[in-house]
């Protein structure tokens, strides 16, 4: 895990005066213990309902969620969901006071699929135990779903009115296609920000204090190219060069040899240098380095000998699947293997296409990806969503670290930031990497937190709409 950091824009004149009374009204005032209770009432019911690809739930959900903002006071007229294929969109509007561009908030309804005999609990039944809510999508991504609700929920109650709209979207899909992901991202193009409940969040340590936060600015490019070598075939008895297995063998060896060029971006410069502190010994000495200077290759070959901090200088990519022959007896017509591949920021799915053929060195090899693989940079560490974010970070933990962070797979933003929306991940989560089980058996999140999560949502809003 590596990390991110930013600042704020200057309001003039009334609006400034207006904006810093309501900073400080809103500072002033935590939520109660009844916001925190709906809050928790909110995920555990989030839970109940079994999101997963296929099952047709997520517009009965959406319905939920918008029924506890209508009691709040949203009108008919501030919610729109829209179904698409099993799934839906949720898309709830604060009206903002001006035609300024406005701040979106990206989180999903969906989840990935959990099987009950595999779990110690029910996964769709939320389950209060020892601290902690557990069930399937408690931590990805219904936790910070139910924090924005309900903190939406209490910005109506307020009579908050800010200075640029902010839009609740929901996706459907994010675990899977991201078909609502797309369709949020050309509807809502345009707008000012993302803030994506998805990304970022902070760490605690075993004892249950907090280490430091991320703020996601960036995620590499998945990416999936197949491989494919063929040849006539014939009878295995008489084996011939062309062997397909063989060829594609030799191809990925050379693939599994070769190392992408370093890079190095703003956000990884900055993440990288203050990561370096909180690492430590050998590695975060080079990591320092590398973030003063990322021609020191000696730098670069320390920190990509970590598995876990590779991708943070380079594209990496690997096979993970292959598969070849149609007989036991039969020389094989034709061997496939999968690449997976995660591509910095800013590089092109062409360029590492063109990169593969390179490396693979067979001129009969045909190398394909998904044409609908989107591609995105990061986004600029603003000064606005730094400051916005470090303010509210702090007030939970006076003087956390609050560090940039470029992810080494995707989220939503991916989509947002293709289509020129810059977007951050400005989860409210803090939790230990042990409890960390999203996608996993037995996911939960603790229950502690929820106070603290509330009032930072709360704080980012209100520090950002009123800009």
Known sequence: ?????????????????????????????????????????????????????????????????ASVLKTAGYADSDIVITPIGNTATLEVTLKGTTDAKPILISVHMDVVEAKPADWQRDPFTAVEENGYIFGRGAEDNKYDLSMVVATLARLKQEGYKPKRSIILAASGDEETAMITTRALAKKLVGAEMVLNGDGGGGMLGPDNKPIVYTLQAGEKTYADFQVTITDPGGHSSAPTPGNPIYRLSRALVRLGDYKFPNMINELTRASLAAASKQVGGEVGAAMARYAADPHDTAAAEVIASKPEYVGQIRTTCTATMASAGHAENALPQRAIANVNCRIFPGISIDAVKAELTKVIADPTAVITVDPDTTASDASPLRKDVVDAVTKAVRARYPGLAVTPSMSAGATDSLHFRAAGIPSYGVASLFMRSEDGFAHGLNERVPVAGIGGALDQ????LTELGSK
């Open 457 to 460: 949502w709360h704080s980012v």
């Open 1 to 65: 895990m590596i990390w991110e950091i930013g600042m704020r824009r200057i309001i003039g004149g009334t609006a400034l005066a207006l904006a810093l009374a309501w900073s400080a009204a809103a500072s002033a005032k935590p939520p109660t213990p009844a916001q925190v209770d709906q809050a928790k009432d909110i995920l555990k019911k989030s839970i109940g309902y079994q999101t997963v690809e296929g099952r047709g739930q997520t517009v009965a959900y959406a319905e939920y969620l």
